[in-house]
């Protein structure tokens, strides 16, 4: 009996549901496989409901974006072809090469409205030095499908392109940017998800050496993804989501499946190898590791949830996705894993690799990622350095993890815009030239007008005002202004061309204010309700809605977190240190991140070209996505050292078990989350790159620097005081960390007198 025998103890809920599917093996079976059929044929049913065009919009871009979508404008997709003289003055037959671009896309019977230059009638731009040339035209039929008709264009452009190999001719547009970045996502997806499982495989195959313990945590992962993404395409009618969101949910998925899993797996074939019957082996598990689990489910379903705060449509799609895959992956794992275990038994570590390697080479196969309790040679040399010297230990680590940190305070966020895709794509170098060429049309912005009547003289009068008040402040380029209206005419829109590099550029900025500041409210603001949209406003909005939530999204994490650790395990100064630790960890990854993106020190190693910025929804979707998973280790260690703290161990000593017989696992889940993420660091698009990368160095950098040396050396030098807590928190409940008090089939730990520390020896 514990110390604190005399206090009332709480169930444990993960003792309970894991015993029952361990006793009722093939009820606990079917009900999964019936929960995954029946949500994922439900799933396919109602189809996912992808968000509307304004979901993604904040401020009065979503405003203005909500208004335009219920306008009833033609849904058009329009397309540009550039054709440019490479030298400093264009050809004598410049003017015939954009004839034949207009013959050639006219003669594929998809397109309309073809303008050139040289038009008698609304022609079409043409540079200040004559060099380059614009086409323009729209694709027939629905702007959001026309990329799955637009090849028959792309085609009959290069054929021009081939036959004027002096200039360049290429074509770039919603419709053909939508095709090429769709064929790259999709290219990039497969090959990750087709390297991300056998990677995984591969690794859980080096920890177990054993076939089945390799399958089963894949298994139970991918299952729960599957169910995971059947229960998103019910729940997304009533919260949309980015498509990008079963990505995520895929990777996210993979990661704390396997984890989760592997916890559980872990200890309970140390139960059995220390000698305890099946069924006892699999209470002890279920009791700790479960538990473990079910506190580190919980914790990083809170930190998620942390993205419904922002009010930002892909964010709240990304928690929506997220907590459903690791709430389905946690029921997965204290459900059917303890079933499964049930009905296999010791055949999860029939040796079959160990078996094949032995007969091949005659030597046993040393299982370095961690197979064996203690963790391996490198974990324990370590852990005894560290503990030799804990304050040189915290003083080194901390001081690495802060000189990564520094970096991060040079954080600059932006929108990557057409150099989001790396590599070498026509459509993006033709996107580049037209911005260089024409650089008013870097940053177009969009003057949304509503009102009765738009086109009424009264506010056309005000429109004039506008065009010549927005000239005169030097911000707007006079050689880009135009007006539309809707078939209503309720519904105006005024265009024009910004100077500045585009988003996230002060020059285009400090315009966008002057335009709502200045321009519009004396003019066109005095008849109609208007709005600024366009890419620039667009980014202003998003990271003025940002920086106004990621105060109440960071304390809403950490808050919640830290009540999740002080209840779980009674403790203040534990869990005060377990948010410190994290936030030490997420700091250095932001550091990376700006080392590696910003300043474009990896540039040659992960083949991409530095935009100077990060993705503007990159670092709160880390800082939520990495705190939630790095609880993962930190609860699982914490566990087993509370759990041997419970049992008599003095603190030093119990650091010391729980490290060591928690190194193997640790490692182990860290090799599988850091390769399944670097696998996101190939893909050609910067933001899934900067995403990957950003994961796979933070888990790196959690699993060994912190968990490794700064978590072991700052309990050491604590001590006694690593269990305090407050006599006014008396009344939290006392959780269980072990199998309980009755366990009377030789514990590797005996139990302790109230009050006293027992050494015990741990092999």
């Not at 963790?375 to 080194?396: D, I, M, Q, Y």
């Not at 939630?628 to 161990?649: P, T």
């Not at 050396?713 to 604590?718: F, G, N, R, S, V």
Request: hydrophobic share 50%; aromatic share 8%.
């Amino acid at each position: 009996m514990s110390r604190e025998q005399g206090m009332a103890r709480r169930r444990n809920i993960a003792a309970a549901v894991g015993g029952w599917s361990a006793r009722h093996r093939w009820s606990a079976l079917l009900i999964w496989v019936g929960f995954v059929v029946v949500a994922t044929l439900a799933g396919n049913a109602v189809g996912t409901r992808g968000m509307e065009p304004w979901e993604d919009d904040n401020g009065q871009s979503r405003k203005a974006a909500m208004v335009l979508d219920a306008a009833g404008f033609p849904d058009v997709a329009g397309e540009t072809v550039l054709v440019q003289a490479g030298g400093p003055t264009a050809p004598a037959d410049f003017r015939a090469v954009t004839e034949d671009v207009k013959e050639a896309v006219l003669a594929t019977g998809l397109v309309e409205k073809v303008r050139t230059p040289y038009d008698a009638q609304e022609p079409s731009p043409i540079s200040r030095d004559r060099r380059s040339a614009l086409v323009t035209f729209d694709m027939k039929g629905e702007g959001k499908t026309a990329k799955e008709r637009v090849q028959p264009v792309i085609d009959a452009v290069a054929g021009v392109q081939r036959a004027h190999p002096s200039l360049w001719v290429g074509q770039a547009g919603r419709a053909s940017s939508g095709l090429m970045v769709g064929e790259v996502l999709d290219d990039d997806l497969i090959r990750a998800e087709l390297l991300s499982i056998p990677l995984t495989f591969g690794i859980l195959l080096a920890a177990f050496g054993a076939l089945l313990a390799a399958v089963v945590p894949l298994v139970v992962a991918f299952t729960a993804y599957l169910g995971s993404i059947g229960l998103l395409a019910l729940t997304s009618h009533l919260l949309h989501v980015d498509s990008a969101t079963t990505n995520l949910m895929l990777l996210i998925g993979l990661a704390v499946g396997v984890d989760y899993s592997l916890f559980y797996i872990r200890r309970e074939r140390e139960e059995r190898a220390s000698g305890r019957g099946r069924e006892r082996a699999l209470e002890i598990a279920a009791a700790t590791s479960g538990r473990a689990v079910l506190i580190s489910g919980v914790t990083v379903i809170v930190a998620m949830a942390g993205m419904f705060l922002t009010g930002n449509g892909i964010f709240m799609g990304f928690a929506q996705g997220t907590i459903l895959v690791v709430l389905v992956a946690m029921i997965g794992s204290m459900t059917v894993l303890p079933a499964i275990l049930s009905l296999i038994g010791d055949k999860i570590d029939a040796r079959v690799v160990h078996g094949t390697v032995r007969r091949l080479t005659g030597r046993t196969w040393r299982r370095i990622l961690g197979g064996r309790e203690g963790g391996g040679r490198a974990w324990n040399a370590v852990l005894t350095a560290v503990l030799r010297r804990p304050v040189v230990s915290v003083l080194l680590a901390a001081g690495l993890l802060i000189g990564l940190a520094i970096p991060a305070f040079d954080l600059r966020t932006g929108e990557p815009g057409t150099s989001d895709v790396q590599g070498d794509h026509p459509v993006v170098e033709t996107s580049r030239r037209i911005k260089n060429a024409f650089p008013g049309n870097k940053a177009p912005a969009t003057i949304v007008l509503k009102a009765d009547d738009v086109t009424a003289p009264y506010v056309l009068k005000e429109v004039r005002r506008l065009r010549e008040l927005a000239i005169g402040t030097g911000e707007v380029d006079p050689a880009f202004f135009g007006v539309s209206a809707n078939p209503d005419r309720t519904v105006g829109i005024i265009r024009l061309g910004l100077k500045g590099a585009g988003p996230s550029d002060e020059v285009s900025e400090h315009a966008v204010r002057t335009l709502r500041e200045r321009v519009v409210p004396p003019t066109v603001g005095l008849v109609a309700e208007t709005y600024v949209y366009g890419s620039v406003a667009g980014v202003m909005d998003f990271n003025a809605q940002l920086g106004r939530s990621v105060p109440l999204v960071f304390t809403f994490v950490l808050l919640l977190a830290f009540v999740l650790l002080l209840a779980s395990f009674r403790s203040l100064v534990v869990a005060v240190t377990a948010i410190v630790l994290n936030l030490l960890s997420v700091a250095a990854a932001y550091g990376v991140l700006v080392m590696v993106f910003q300043y474009g020190w990896g540039e040659n190693l992960l083949n991409f070209e530095s935009t100077g910025s990060i993705v503007s929804w990159l670092p709160l979707f880390l800082f939520v996505i990495l705190f939630g998973l790095s609880m993962d280790y930190h609860v699982f260690i914490l566990s087993r050292i509370r759990e041997a703290y419970d049992r008599g161990m003095p603190t030093e000593q119990a650091v010391t078990h729980g490290i060591r017989t928690t190194a193997g696992v640790v490692s182990s889940a860290a090799f599988i989350m850091v390769g399944v993420f670097a696998i996101f660091g190939t893909m050609s698009m910067l933001s899934f790159k900067e995403m990957g990368i950003g994961l796979a160095a933070a888990i790196l950098i959690d699993a060994t620097i912190v968990r490794a040396v700064l978590l072991p050396a700052t309990m050491k030098l604590l001590g006694e005081a690593n269990w305090y807590l407050p006599r006014w928190l008396g009344w939290l409940p006392v959780l269980e960390h072990g199998a309980g008090d009755d366990d009377d089939e030789g514990p590797d730990e005996p139990d302790a007198v109230p009050g006293e520390r027992v050494p015990v020896a741990v092999g």
